[in-house]
């Protein structure tokens, strides 16, 4: 059985007091949730704060990011080490984001992928065909080659705390939903993809304009085991409506 996560990406987005009042408002809504894993990722400065208010709680803390060196002279990156000392246990890889604005490719996904297994962070890694990709026909190879890439030499042994987000690039931020039948296909596809031993145990979330009004659908699909949200993980209301779904 694999439980579910619910897992909210902030991008930039939240200030400190903002971040701080979203965790105490949240906290007592879904205390009673134990049936799925709660995950929020916010912004680097705000994760200290953010984990004195929810460590001690059933919401786990996930970064957006992390560097694969553990130190040095890499100005502006953050590192395994420094992400776990602010109580992450959870970081998102390959966002489609840092993939469009900065530079990222699936070498740079493996090497921060094995970085975040190093220092104990389950990485949350995320593939998905852009618009153009789809509209081609190219989805399944487009997620093949980032899945390869991604996952290059990493062992069965190092995969029991990986998770995969599915993204179409097309459906980030952009209120377009792949119907649960998209979805559901292309996730069927990348737990084929995965290693034998795994395929079964790996957690594969869905992300892109979920909501409220979609979720419960997307979720009836045998393959999806989560969502990665944007845009609803902002709001108090909508997000606790995301983890009861
Ligand atoms: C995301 O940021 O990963 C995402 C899926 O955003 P949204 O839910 O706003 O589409």
Request: with cysteine; hydrophobic share 40%; charged share 25%.
């Amino acid at each position: 059985m694999r439980k579910p996560i619910m897992a909210g990406n902030w991008k930039m987005f939240k200030t400190e007091a903002e971040a701080v009042d979203f965790a105490k408002k949240i906290k007592p809504l879904v205390a009673d949730v134990h049936d799925r894993i709660i995950i929020i990722c916010p912004p680097y400065p705000v994760l200290s704060k953010m984990c004195d208010e929810l460590c001690n709680s059933n919401i786990a803390l996930g970064a957006e990011n992390l560097f694969w060196e553990d130190e040095g002279a890499f100005t502006g990156e953050v590192s395994g080490p420094m992400l776990k000392a602010v109580g992450c246990t959870y970081v998102i890889i390959g966002h489609s984001e840092r993939r469009q604005y900065f530079g990222e490719t699936d070498e740079t996904v493996n090497k921060r992928i094995k970085a975040a297994l190093k220092h104990n962070l389950y990485p949350i890694v995320c593939v998905g065909e852009k618009l153009e990709e789809r509209e081609n026909g190219s989805t399944f190879n487009v997620v093949e080659t980032q899945i390869k890439g991604a996952f290059k030499d990493i062992s069965v042994e190092q995969w029991d705390n990986i998770v995969i987000a599915y993204e179409p690039v097309w459906a980030i931020g952009t209120g377009k939903t792949a119907t649960p039948e998209q979805a559901q296909e292309v996730h069927a596809f990348i737990r084929k993809l995965l290693p034998e031993e795994v395929a079964e145990g790996t957690r594969i979330l869905y992300g892109g304009s979920v909501k409220p009004a979609n979720v419960k659908e997307l979720m009836a699909q045998p393959d999806i085991d989560g969502g990665l949200v944007g845009g609803a993980s902002l709001k108090v209301d909508s997000f606790v409506e995301l983890v009861k779904y």
